[in-house]
């Protein structure tokens, strides 16, 4: 009897069905839809039922698994390299954009555009090993603050969607990267901070250069991973429809739109950055994460959009 | 006593040590080679010790895991495809490329160079999306034979290769094609003949453009997976250096000296078409699979050169 009663604890402590995958989910409606899509779709007598291969979910990264504000965070870290190398050899500022960037002046390298992007980002990620940039970035990520968090950027990331990828993981999905950012940048954080490794990482790219037994980092850009780069890059690396994707931005559209474009049971997830007591709250307008058809079109395609204040009881990990 | 030998000979049926991961290897030194290597890297008592995640194995496609004479088996299916699309319209050939491509004239081919290629590609591989192409290789792979062997282009792939692939999933490795052929044409067979998945398919490839839920193909070519491009591949696609790598020509040997040039254990290997009686013989001249440097420097660097003839009992699945 004893050990009957302690079979049924072990059974209890170890049932999936009665542990909650997603606690720092408050019990509303977009928790269940999630819960129940993915137990729909790994339950071998469901009609829904895939096929471990074939589980495969993308997700944005900024804004969608970790913060975006006041700027993207890899922006940061190319300022805050710009300015150290021009402390010690100001002959490296040699055009008024870069002057800019050494001064953290956000407003001249907005008006600069991609091309002033590019030649600040040159200085921090070009001219290296790929090695030695994600060292540089691992020691960035040890010394730098959040400006009004006085956090670590890669603690700023989202605790209800770590437990996502966490469960999605546990129930035979791979959990892959879709990120407008670059690829050798969130390579260096990812495995730590999300348990996502290196090749599920699908990013933005730069040119880069076999030498000597080194991939070594080239200025400029190769591949823009957004908007309808995101279907290209999903396609060009993975292969496959995903058949869950998760967003913040109409950057994301497309990714969304495509992956809920496949046959079968298909889940679009747009987060909507609704909280401003606890992280930020912006939608349709500003620089940075604009949210305009998502939210539009994306309730009429079925898509989950989260509202971080209402459908997330804790943002950030303990 | 019975029940004691019952399980000795359970034991036995299952210990790795004693069956045989290579079962149409011959007993020679290179297969010894490379099954120490396999063991002392999956050891967790050896200084070799390699964590899962880090067992990453890539292996170059045509000449190394199926055949590529007398020419690249996705030549032989553009040509098809040209040859049958211009029966039924002769007005596609428009160019004295494009009409020696349909009469399979092999030698005008190779004299136009890339551009003439990309001209013949164009034709069966762009115009249409990712999944039309795939479904129209699997259609091709169905009725077309090989013009010596008369065997299906999906069945001319080495049985030693395929343990080889199957033998280091079986201890933790991730198993990688990083092939110079088109990476939508290996995907479509790549999974049913050598249980690769299309995530761990690299290869050269066209653009594409996102279009209506498509990913559509278009005519050019944005990436050569070839050479030096091998490893730049790798690091843009994986993330990471392997620790194994195959192939068999001089296409290779950046991939091959990117992947050895790590630290730790490293295993380099070369496959060489020494079989005329049972396959083809060729290496230091030819148009396909030329392989000088590789047998130069090879032994030196301490990769294996696999001499078909003598190191393999059987190359086809039976
Ligand atoms: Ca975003
Ligand atoms: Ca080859």
Chains 1, 2 share one sequence.
């Not at 970035?137 to 437990?163: C, I, K, S």
Request: hydrophobic share 40%.
């Amino acid at each position: 009897m004893r050990g009957l009663l302690f079979s049924a604890a072990i059974c209890l402590a170890t049932s999936p069905a009665l542990s909650d995958p997603l606690p720092s989910w408050g019990s509303t409606e977009n928790k269940s839809t999630i819960i129940s899509f993915v137990e729909s779709v790994t339950d071998p007598t469901s009609p829904d039922y895939v096929t471990p291969a074939d589980r495969i979910a993308v997700f944005d990264n900024d804004g969608t698994l970790w913060g975006e504000q006041p700027v993207y965070f890899q922006l940061i870290y190319a300022l805050d390299r710009l300015k150290a190398k021009a402390e010690a050899d100001p002959s490296i500022l040699t055009s008024d954009i870069l002057r800019a960037g050494a001064e953290g002046d956000l407003e001249t390298i907005a008006a600069g555009g991609v091309e002033g992007l590019l030649e600040i980002l040159a200085v921090s990620h070009s001219g290296m090993s790929v090695e030695a940039f994600q060292n540089d970035v691992r020691d960035w990520l040890d010394e730098a603050r959040h400006p009004t968090t006085d956090m670590r950027y890669d603690a700023m990331v989202y605790q209800p969607m770590l437990e996502l990828l966490s469960y999605l993981r546990d129930e035979g999905f791979q959990t892959w990267i879709v990120s407008g950012g670059g690829v050798h940048f969130i390579r260096a954080f990812a495995e730590s901070a999300y348990n996502i490794p290196p090749e599920q990482v699908i990013g933005s790219a730069g040119p880069t250069e076999y030498l000597d037994g080194q991939v070594m980092k080239l200025p400029g850009i190769d591949f823009v991973d957004d908007k309808e780069g995101k279907p290209v890059g999903i396609d060009n690396r993975i292969g496959k429809r995903p058949i869950i994707a998760g967003g913040n931005s109409d950057g994301d559209f497309a990714m969304l739109e495509y992956t809920t474009a496949g046959d079968g049971p298909r889940l679009g997830i747009l987060v909507h950055h609704t909280d401003a007591e606890r992280e930020f709250a912006y939608d349709r307008e500003g620089h940075i994460g604009v949210l305009n058809r998502g939210l539009d079109e994306g309730p009429d395609r079925g898509w989950v959009i989260v509202d971080m204040a209402r459908d997330w009881e804790q943002v950030w990990p303990e």
